[in-house]
């Protein structure tokens, strides 16, 4: 991945706001202090916002906002990889505005018993809603968030595909658009953009799809309206925008891996012991601490060991990166 010099200081102190109002406990105070809410989602044109169905969520008690710091709404949003919305990581916020997201249909195909196309909105209803968690987030690149995602466990999306005994792996699929998308008109990567998960990897308790951030829909440049989120893992496999899930016998490739199989692998699971080829993954730098805000351990697992270990004793994981 393309490495660029640190921005996020470049932001004015008031972006700390977003997190400190996060802090009160009252939602309803929370969300009317940063000026959404759900009459702002209401209002907003259909098209430029992703997915409205299902907010306000619920909290996942296991994974309250309480025991993480969660990082500033504004360094969530402005600090993104999404290379069909331009390479540097201030792009995307600009240049993915104006994509429109609302209506959108997601496809479950492969082999499944129940093959089958979603409207997004329809999707999050047949559900039963959204829940909030808040996950660490933790990009390849060794830089670090903390995010609350609004969504559902990928599980349930499983159990409504209902695979075929011969499934083994799941394969996710970006749009691909080269009249309304500029990224995808060159050959910056091998799009569309594809990411893989092992069928026991997207039934863990942690595997999500997040349609919101922060109690309102998941803007464009986070991935809106349907994003793939694994915390233990890599950002990189944490797929936007995707259009399609495909069950599969064999692993599929993704992205980065056919890119660069050198430096990124199909499993991307975070590990301060193994480094990339070209730095090390021992610690990370925490976006939005500012300048001298500094840098912290990785934590194995990102610090899921507990949820995740299991799903990989015995394999060497220094050559399954
Ligand atoms: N999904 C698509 N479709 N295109 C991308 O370029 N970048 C990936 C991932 N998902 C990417 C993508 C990478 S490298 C990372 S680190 C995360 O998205 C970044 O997510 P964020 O911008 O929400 O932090």
Redesign the pocket.
């Given at each position: 991945?393309l490495i660029r010099s640190p921005k996020d200081w470049e932001l004015s102190e008031s972006a700390v706001t977003a997190e400190q109002i996060y802090r009160l406990r009252n939602r309803r105070d929370f969300l009317k202090t940063l000026g959404v809410g759900l009459a702002g989602a209401a209002l907003a044109p259909r098209g430029l916002l992703g997915a409205t169905a299902g907010f306000p969520s619920q909290e996942n008690p296991a994974y309250p906002a309480s025991a993480l710091k969660p990082t500033a709404y504004d360094f969530?949003t402005s600090?993104?990889?999404?290379?069909?919305f331009g390479t540097d990581k201030s792009e995307?916020k600009d240049q993915a505005k104006g994509f429109k997201t609302d209506p959108w249909t997601l496809e479950l195909a492969g082999l499944v018993n129940q093959p089958a196309k979603f409207d997004v909105n329809d999707l999050v209803k047949k559900l039963g809603g959204l829940e909030q968690r808040v996950y660490r987030?933790r990009?390849?690149?060794a830089w670090s968030?903390v995010v609350p995602w609004d969504g559902f466990p990928l599980a349930k999306l499983v159990a409504l595909a209902d695979p075929k005994p011969e499934a083994k792996f799941l394969k996710f699929s970006?749009f691909f658009d080269t009249k309304n998308v500029v990224g995808q008109r060159e050959a910056i990567?091998d799009w569309p953009?594809v990411e893989g998960l092992r069928l026991d990897e997207a039934t863990n308790e942690l595997a999500f799809i997040a349609t919101g951030i922060y109690g309102k829909p998941i803007p464009n440049?986070?991935?809106a309206p349907l994003?793939l989120v694994t915390p233990w893992k890599?950002?990189?496999k944490?797929?936007?925008?995707i259009v399609k899930i495909e069950f599969t016998a064999k692993a599929p490739r993704n992205t980065?891996n056919v890119m660069a199989p050198q430096e990124y692998g199909f499993y991307a699971n975070v590990n301060p012991n193994v480094d990339h080829p070209r730095w090390s993954q021992a610690s990370e730098r925490i976006i939005g601490a500012g300048f001298l805000g500094g840098r912290q351990a990785t934590l194995m697992f990102n610090g899921y060991e507990k949820q995740v270990a299991a799903l990989y004793k015995g394999l060497d994981l220094a050559r399954n990166y």
């Open positions: 991945m969530i600090y993104n990889n999404y290379y069909e995307p987030h990009c390849v690149e968030m970006t990567l953009y440049q986070n991935g994003r890599y950002g990189f944490g797929i936007k925008a980065w």
